[in-house]
């Protein structure tokens, strides 16, 4: 198939810098791959930005398109687990790393990518979720599967602006929980407020890492930022809380003693939604689109088109965006 495209395509220069520009790619250069799908929308993840400028730890092959969420039909497969003209959705795994991504009009990836996508998620409602929303509804069960309630106290969110933070405490908001969200954005607090955060601290409360334990505050913890903050919230959990773990917005690693797992079993769960078993994925895309469905999803949501795309993953690198950015890629 000989079809040109639109595309966002970053390319490395012989100086080891890094420009972005809106060009044409070809279909027949795509990676193989048994499933073609013509993208509707993607969507920007901080690991977008970071592709996006050349961070050897998400791409190191050059000309590259990223954009690891995708939602779209398919356009050609040799798969028999999916047709022509399948409602799908693609995200995580390699897709946007090495390989081309749904900053692209097409991608082209194994069927083991794709899921169907759910009959009551629109579109555009799937790329407000995307590999974000994937996450923290993982997240979110984790707590309700560790045994948690709206009536078992509040739950702290992290990096609360954010991709993850800003969907967990709309879903969270939904199923009835107290939500208090931590960020450093003071002009951010209506914002967290209209999806469902009943407080909003700074995040400098939580930085406070010199005593081994402190008093008792929360039932459960959604957590992307790592470090002093992570450690903070084991300290500070009510007997039996349940502490999700999935970023390193903060720091790669954190201290703390043994005591928050001792002394009040708490129990720290890592989340990972780039490679996680397909039956998970599905299931927790199924819940999106129901239990998990909030009606704040529009105010979590920005609508960009792909010539727009540069000034936004800036904007993210910068540490001044907020929310859920879709890009439609018609």
Same mark, same amino acid.
């Given at each position: ?86 409602? $799908?959705? !693609? ?48 997240? $979110? ?13 509040? $739950? ?64 459960? !913890? ?109």
């Amino acid at each position: 198939m000989s079809t040109e495209f639109k595309a966002l395509i970053v390319e490395k220069a012989e100086d080891g810098s890094f420009s972005r520009s809106i060009g044409s790619r070809n279909v027949a250069d795509l990676p193989e791959g048994n499933v073609l799908v013509r993208v509707q929308y993607s969507s920007l993840n901080y690991k977008d930005a970071l592709s996006a400028t050349g961070n050897p730890g998400v791409s190191r092959n050059f000309p590259h398109t990223p954009g690891i969420d995708a939602v779209g039909v398919v356009e050609q497969s040799e798969s028999d687990q999916f047709s022509v003209g399948d409602e $799908v959705i !693609v995200t995580s795994y390699d897709l946007g790393m090495n390989t081309s991504g749904g900053l692209g009009q097409f991608i082209r990836v194994p069927d083991s990518w794709v899921l169907k996508r759910p009959e009551h998620l629109s579109a555009q409602e799937a790329m407000t979720f995307g590999t974000a929303g994937l996450t923290a509804g993982l997240m $979110v069960n984790a707590l309700l599967e560790g045994g948690l309630t709206p009536d078992s106290g509040p $739950v702290l969110v992290t990096g609360a602006t954010g991709g993850v933070g800003s969907v967990a405490i709309a879903i969270l908001a939904k199923l009835g929980f107290t939500v208090t969200a931590a960020s450093g954005k003071r002009d951010a607090h209506d914002f967290l407020k209209s999806l469902g955060a009943n407080e909003v601290i700074d995040r400098e409360e939580l930085s406070d890492n010199s005593r081994p334990m402190f008093k008792t505050v929360w039932a459960g !913890v959604v957590d992307v930022v790592g470090g002093d903050m992570l450690s903070n919230a084991l300290k500070s959990c009510k007997y039996n809380g349940v502490v999700t773990c999935s970023g390193l917005v903060g720091a790669t690693d954190f201290t703390t003693s043994i005591f928050p797992f001792i002394l009040r079993g708490v129990r720290l769960i890592g989340i990972d939604s780039v490679e996680c078993d397909m039956a998970v994925r599905t299931a927790a895309w199924q819940k999106l689109s129901s239990d998990f469905k909030t009606h704040k999803l529009d105010e979590l949501t920005t609508e960009i088109t792909l010539e727009e795309v540069e000034a936004h993953l800036l904007k993210m690198l910068e540490g001044k965006s907020h929310g859920r950015v879709i890009v439609n890629m018609a």
